[in-house]
């Protein structure tokens, strides 16, 4: 066991370092520094969005929306309200928790479907709502943004988003492994059974809604100052969709899988950009072999290979989910 | 205000039939079918390959088209759903997004990317109905409606499928049990979702435009339907659909056409909350989620 926590803190470390490192590795392309950039705030999403879906098993198909949430309130706080970024991007994070405030009370009441629907709502209606609020969004023209100055160089920006995933990354870690995460787990695994521990099913899923629409807040925050411009057309529905194959492809109820699924999915469309609806084509494509062959996700690859990237993560779980999953995937080939 | 009712009608009425087969597909085989526009929209594109291509009569082209609509719902049951049926929902959910996406991508690099015209069923001046104008088109898109509820209604009622489907939706178990071959039930219910849908997409291409997007927009509106039916009650679905066409069409005329889809989910959120099953589903029926 201590050897696997060696081996997975190794990787860390070595990819830590190679991401620290990445800017100069690439001459400092601004093209492939986007790259990584987006992938960090789509990480942001996916692990975010992985706590709400994966651990919590609450389905939401608009995590997009909070994205698009955060993006506004930076860019409109700072645009027009002149507010410096350290107050912009904890707005961007506070304005979506507290909108998943309003969406979550009845959504907590939701299961299954029902909930999937009306977070697809959500997801479709921000975007309206940002193209019509003419007033304070500028509709279809969209806002420009201004860097601060300290940090206005691309590279200089590249870090910041970089350290905020990190610590981002660090924090949903600790919330997974905490009395939280625990409680996440079995309001998933049976909400009766949950209730009957003592476990306050409603605060909890309240909670979660806000904890992940905060962090994917904050996504939308970094992504304003890195593009310089937002538009209703930054984040769709699409987008939605996307976040939740990159949870799914990478691995349910597993951080690190969120970050291999949005590499994944940013680097798919990077080559297959070059016409049109193929990215479409080859990620749905991915998507239906993944859930076929492969359903907990590509995070359990590396179990093949007896380097267990979820062990740690998953010790103090009650049950764990990659387990029953893998009965399930015996089930439905019989 | 009746004008816009009765547009409103009309779009209710393909709403109506795009979330009957969502909510056949869901009662009979427990999945949401997030495939079930770009599905339609395949066979929509099929329609007009046989009407443009080959220079097909209109009503011929609709015939085969509904036959293709049925064999690729077959399709897509036996090749892909058949292996998730005892996954959880989030990855039966997952997996048809992933059709959506790929029959989205594949459909775009066969047809392309530019909307055409859709040609309509029947041609003609609008007819007077007292204070209300309706084209000959709009009158066959409620007429297709009514007939196809009647038909569903006619199957579930008096053929032995139609039974067997409603012994599988109550319990898979017991219905194996009794000696129904569920493979073949669900297989029924693939190629009937899809039928269904399919013939909402030849309904929509004309009033809108034909193109890889085309069923978005209905799709959405149709799982409004669904969820505010309940997601269980047939007749429900359809009733469903034309409150929302009515609410929809009602909102975009007097607020903003871009409001309408904001509004209708504030409408499903708030029916959700004093009612979390939906209007026309008993507490009960929501036991299996």
């Known amino acids: 066991m201590k050897d696997r926590i060696m081996n997975r803190r190794t990787l860390v470390v070595i990819f830590a370092a190679f991401l620290l490192a990445y800017p100069f590795l690439v001459g400092q392309s601004s093209y492939f520094m986007s790259l990584i950039a987006m992938t960090a705030i789509y990480a942001i999403a996916a692990m975010s969005l992985n706590l709400l879906t994966g651990y919590g098993g609450q389905i939401s198909v608009g995590q997009g929306g909070f994205l698009m949430l955060g993006t506004y309130t930076a860019a409109v706080l700072s645009a027009k309200l002149d507010m410096p970024i350290w107050i912009t991007i904890p707005a961007a994070g506070v304005v979506a928790g507290l909108v998943s405030l309003v969406i ?30 003419k007033s304070v969004t500028a509709g279809y023209s969209g806002l420009p943004m201004m860097r601060p ?133 080859i990620i749905g494509v991915a998507v239906i072999l993944i859930i076929l062959f492969r359903p907990s996700g590509l995070i359990s690859i590396g179990e093949l290979f007896g380097r267990n990237l979820k062990t740690k993560e998953l010790e103090s779980a009650p049950v764990k989910p990659d387990q029953k999953q893998s009965s399930e995937v015996t089930d439905a080939k019989f | 205000m009746e004008q816009i009712v009765i547009s409103g009608l009309i779009f209710g009425c393909v709403y109506g039939l795009a979330a009957l087969g969502l909510v056949l597909i869901f009662r009979t085989t427990g999945l949401v079918n997030f495939a079930h526009g770009e599905m339609a929209m395949v066979t929509t594109f099929v329609a007009f390959t046989f009407l ?189 659909g034309l409150i929302i066409g009515i609410f929809g069409n009602l909102v975009s005329y007097y607020w903003a056409p871009e409001m309408a889809l904001v509004c209708t989910f504030v409408l499903i959120i708030v029916v959700l909350y004093i009612r979390p099953q939906g209007i026309f589903s008993a507490p009960e029926a929501i036991k299996k989620v």
């Open chain 2, 52 to 240: 443009s291509t080959f220079e097909l009569p209109f009503f011929v082209s609709f015939l085969l088209a509904i036959l293709f609509a049925a064999l690729f719902g077959v399709l897509i049951y036996l090749v892909l759903i058949r292996h998730v049926g005892d996954a959880s929902h989030l990855n039966q959910l997952v997996l048809t997004l992933g059709i959506f996406l790929a029959v989205h991508g594949g459909a775009g690099l066969i047809w392309g990317h530019t909307p055409t015209s859709f040609p309509r069923a029947l041609d003609g001046s609008s007819i007077q109905l007292g204070p209300i104008f309706i084209s000959p088109n709009e009158l066959f898109v409620l007429v297709v409606t009514f007939i196809l509820a009647m038909a569903l209604f006619a199957l579930f009622r008096f053929t032995q499928v139609g039974l067997s489907m409603r012994a599988s939706s109550q319990d898979l178990t017991a219905a194996r049990l009794m000696g129904i071959n569920v493979n073949f039930v669900f297989m029924v219910t693939w190629a009937s979702g899809s039928v269904l849908g399919g013939i909402a997409g030849l309904l929509t291409a004309p009033f809108t435009f034909l193109g890889v997007s085309m069923m978005f927009n209905v799709l959405i509106m149709a799982f409004a339907a669904a969820v505010l039916a309940g997601f269980l009650s047939l007749p429900g679905a359809v009733i469903g």
């Open chain 1, 104 to 133: 979550g009370l009845p959504a907590v009441r939701l299961k299954g479907h029902f909930l999937a629907v009306a977070t697809l709502g959500f997801g479709l209606s921000i975007p309206e709502i940002a193209l019509n609020w």
């Open chain 1, 149 to 281: 100055e300290a940090v206005s160089s691309d590279l200089a920006f590249f870090y910041v988003i970089l350290v905020v995933t990190m610590v981002i990354t660090w924090i949903l870690l600790n919330i997974a492994n905490s009395r939280l995460g625990r409680a996440f787990l079995a309001i998933r695994d049976s909400e009766i059974a949950a209730a009957a521990t003592g476990i306050n099913v409603a605060g909890y899923k309240t909670i979660m809604f806000m904890i992940a629409a905060f962090f994917t807040g904050i996504g939308g925050g970094l992504y304003a100052y890195w593009i310089e411009y937002v538009s209703p057309n930054d984040f769709t529905i699409m987008t939605s969709f996307f976040l939740l194959a990159m949870i799914v492809v990478g691995g349910l109820a597993s951080i690190w899988g969120a970050i291999v699924g949005a590499i994944l999915f940013t680097i798919i469309p990077h080559f297959a950009d070059s016409y049109v609806g193929v990215t479409n084509l």
